[in-house]
């Protein structure tokens, strides 16, 4: 054998002991859960369910609401307990900071969620800057709030000025206590018009920008269509259109901000679960094509009621645990490229 062969053939095997022989698997490292809003099913069989699947990341939230209820007083066992048990089965986190105490809350909202008043935006930095801290190794990103173009979770009406202030402050503040943090975008709601009760996605960002703007690394949103498949064109669906979403922030300077969808999905109450499973496929087989799309949070990892009589059936498991097709469609999925 020619030397320079044998001297390719020894840096080729430098490169595979180092690098494994391999590339990951984009259809895990992309792929996480959104757990939803069914907070006692937080236990170490929803993590490990969640490993078995093939998602890499799973989506929890930290609500300043009842971590700080009282001023001062700071109750982090909950949070503490789901950080442990998802790390321990290998899982990366993003943390969403959200939802204000009474004692930080807008004066004119009276019904939870409230957005902060505007004088407590300070306050809401400060306690997203200790749970980065607290969480330092353990929480690789952390998304600003959910769906904040949304009344019902900016109460008593949207703000795209006051959300770019609470951004800018939040960044920072989150930075200062850990500077290799990400930090996301609060994921948009993407109504195809406007509402009293919500802005769309593209004039919550236009009058964003107009108020300056903030920083921020990933930028977050929800682009649910249950109209059909995520790539029935259409001008009304949100994912098909995504590659419109990122020439619009090209166009505002942000081109180099990775998509990172945090909530996608399809109940199946009148789709079934293996309908359900088709679709979901189908989303996180695009968003790999997709060199803008850098996460696809599928919602949720299980049933669970909204209010009385009302549930909500986007999970990959029914409401007593039982495993949907849907979530062996999407291990398939993943396995196969494995």
């Known amino acids: 054998m020619p030397v320079k062969w ?6 080729a095997a430098i490169v595979i002991s180092t690098t494994g022989c391999s590339p990951a698997n984009p259809y895990r490292t992309e792929f996480g859960i959104s757990m939803g809003s069914n907070q006692d099913t937080y236990n170490t ?3 490990s369910g ?5 998602a ?3 989506r929890m939230p930290f609500s300043w609401k009842d971590i700080e209820e009282t ?7 909950q949070t503490d307990g789901w950080v ?4 321990a089965q290998g899982r990366k986190i993003l943390g969403t900071v959200t939802y204000t105490p009474p004692w930080a809350q807008h004066p004119n909202c009276s019904a939870h969620p409230c957005a902060p008043a505007l004088d407590k935006y300070q306050a809401f930095a400060g306690f997203a800057a200790k749970a980065a801290k607290r969480y330092k190794g353990k929480v690789d990103a952390w998304e600003v709030w959910n769906e904040p173009n949304e009344q019902h979770f900016w109460k008593p009406t949207p ?38 009760r919500w802005m769309t996605w593209r004039t919550f960002m236009d009058r964003f920008f107009n108020a300056g703007g903030a920083p921020y690394d990933k930028f977050a949103i929800h682009p649910y269509y249950s109209g059909g498949r995520p790539m029935t064109p259409n001008a009304d669906n949100p994912f098909y259109n ?25 109940e199946t109450g009148a789709l079934t679960p293996t309908k359900q499973g088709e679709r979901l496929r189908e989303a996180l087989t695009q968003v790999v094509k997709w060199g803008f799309v850098e996460r696809l949070f599928i919602f949720c990892w299980m049933d669970f009621l909204i209010t009385e009589p009302n549930p909500m059936t986007a999970g990959l498991n029914y409401a007593d645990g039982r495993p949907k097709v849907s979530r062996t469609m999407m291990k398939n999925l993943v396995l196969s490229h494995d």
């Open 84 to 87: 442990s048990r998802a790390r």
């Open 50 to 54: 969640v490993r078995d699947v093939g």
């Open 242 to 266: 995504l590659p419109k979403t990122q020439n619009y922030l090209a166009s505002k300077g942000r081109g180099d901000k990775k998509i990172w969808i945090t909530e996608f999905g399809y």
């Open 6 to 11: 044998i001297a390719a053939a020894a840096l």
């Open 45 to 47: 069989a929803a993590f």
């Open 71 to 77: 001023r001062g007083v700071l109750t982090w066992a």
């Open 159 to 196: 703000q795209p000025a006051g959300y770019a202030n609470l951004l800018k402050k939040t960044y920072a503040a989150i930075k200062y206590a850990n500077s290799s943090a990400t930090v996301v975008f609060g994921g948009l709601s993407t109504h195809p018009r406007n509402d009293p």
């Open 56 to 58: 890499t990341w799973v």
